[in-house]
């Protein structure tokens, strides 16, 4: 399902005494981050946060948040989750966020009505990601995200469709 707002990270600590966040981001890579000029307290959107500065840090985003111009203010942010608007990602067309795959219903590409079950999970694992598939006993299948077994990726209509590599749901009662 594509969603409008997604959590892009936790705000885990203050860096020095002028109220600048540690952000543990939840996405590839803390440049990422770093792009957004709004981030957003809630997943509806409705309060906003305009980033004065963002910077990585190792793997960490150091922010500075419009209002929070001490320890004292940052250190109440502790554990507070923020968000993005999917707009300001500018995806390339087929490209998708976790959490928008993560529920989709996973079918076979040469047997249309067959549903191995549902995306639960992604890897990352260099190469490829490894997407995790569960079927409705809760058994977890392992697939590679390539292009020769993933055929369609329809998450408005929270659908994918596979061609699963020979072996990988041959065990199945």
Same mark, same amino acid.
């Given at each position: 399902?594509? /969603?409008?707002y997604?959590?892009?990270?936790?705000i885990?600590?203050?860096?020095?005494?002028h109220?600048?966040?540690?952000?543990?981001?939840?996405?590839?890579?803390?440049?990422?981050?770093?792009?957004?000029?709004?981030l957003y307290?809630d997943? @509806?959107?409705?309060c906003a946060?305009?980033? /004065?500065?963002?910077?990585?840090h190792g @793997? *960490?985003?150091?922010l500075?948040?419009?209002? *929070?111009d001490?320890?004292?203010?940052a250190?109440?942010?502790?554990? /507070? *989750?923020?968000?993005?608007?999917?707009?300001d990602a /500018? !995806?390339p067309?087929g490209?998708?966020?976790?959490?928008e !795959?993560?529920g989709?219903?996973?079918f076979?590409?040469?047997?249309p009505q067959?549903?191995?079950?549902? !995306?639960?999970?992604?890897?990352a694992?260099?190469? @490829?990601?490894?997407?995790?598939?569960?079927d409705?006993t809760?058994r977890?299948? !392992? *697939?590679?995200?390539?292009?020769d077994?993933?055929?369609?990726?329809?998450?408005?209509?929270?659908?994918?469709?596979i061609?699963p590599?020979?072996?990988?749901f041959d065990d199945?009662?």
């Amino acid at each position: 399902m594509i /969603k409008e707002y997604l959590e892009i990270g936790e705000i885990v600590g203050t860096h020095g005494v002028h109220g600048e966040l540690r952000l543990n981001p939840w996405c590839d890579s803390p440049d990422f981050v770093s792009r957004f000029k709004t981030l957003y307290y809630d997943s @509806n959107g409705s309060c906003a946060a305009q980033i /004065k500065s963002a910077r990585p840090h190792g @793997n *960490i985003v150091l922010l500075r948040i419009a209002g *929070i111009d001490s320890v004292e203010q940052a250190q109440k942010m502790r554990g /507070k *989750i923020l968000y993005m608007k999917r707009t300001d990602a /500018k !995806l390339p067309e087929g490209r998708y966020f976790i959490a928008e !795959l993560t529920g989709c219903s996973v079918f076979d590409a040469d047997e249309p009505q067959k549903c191995y079950g549902t !995306l639960s999970d992604v890897s990352a694992t260099g190469a @490829n990601d490894v997407w995790h598939i569960t079927d409705g006993t809760g058994r977890e299948y !392992l *697939i590679p995200a390539i292009p020769d077994v993933v055929i369609e990726t329809d998450v408005a209509n929270d659908r994918i469709v596979i061609r699963p590599l020979k072996g990988i749901f041959d065990d199945e009662d």
